[in-house]
């Protein structure tokens, strides 16, 4: 059976349709979400795409945290039981939620970046990693002006002593992201927050490579196992 | 009604590069004596009734859900 996996369009979301054609390249059957749905129809995972959900209004995220459609997400996505992968102002919303910790701040260069980026994968024992071998450099998109990753000192300890950081920067985080941080997970591996795009690069003709397609797949092998 | 003022700042670790970019401002503008600038929010927020002790809980639990993000802001609440 074909893994169904949501993507949630909110109102100021860009990437949504990249995410779906994604998850579509990658063999899953993507299931449109509306931030207004009071329900996530079923879907065996979540992809909260990038964007700027409510204009950025207030904080990055901070308005996408109270939809609707997330009063079903936030407690499936606690208890491990569902999957779930924020990109970019998606990695911004599970911040918000508390859902993943620390916080994600105006880039330290004062530049909006826009640039292919090479990132390595840290821990592979994620539910959007597994497809990665530890240590595996790839060639994504990073586009953002918030992507400047911040948590205290201790936060950031237990992130590294759980194998929670998923992904760094390699060659030094362009936006200030302390420790190089690009991606993080909860402590049960489901939920994983990424600012680069892994959505943009997963065919040749529109992106630098087709790295970030083991995002994707990551999820299907465990969901066929299940069903 | 009231009125209450809620003033959200970054938090003195938290760095921030708006500020940073309105002190080069100054600089280019002749304002040679501003050495920092900390760039913050101010909410007004009016609620029915006085701004007694629960008035401002309230207000307060606001400030905490959504207008401040705790992991890198403060807040400060005042009555006006």
Redesign the interface.
Known sequence: MTARVGVVTFPGSLDDRDAARALRIAGAEPVALWHADPDLKGVDAVVLPGGFSYGDY??CG?IAR?APIMSELVPAARSGRLPVLGICNGFQIL??SHLL???L??????HFLNRDQRLRIESTATAWTGAYTPGEEVLVVLKSGEG?Y??DPATLDDLERGGRVVARYAGGAPN?SQRDIAGIANEHGNVVGLMPHPEHAVEALTGPSVDGLGFFTSILAPLAHST | MARVVVDVM?KPE??D??G??IVGACGRLGFDGVTQVRQGKRFEVEIDGEADDAGLAAVRRLAET??A?P??EDFELRVE
């Open positions: 207030l904080r901070a109270f911040c918000e910790p620390g916080a701040t105006r880039n330290a260069s004062r400047n911040v948590a200030g | 970054l938290i760095l590069p708006q940073q970019a959504l207008l993000n992991v890198i």
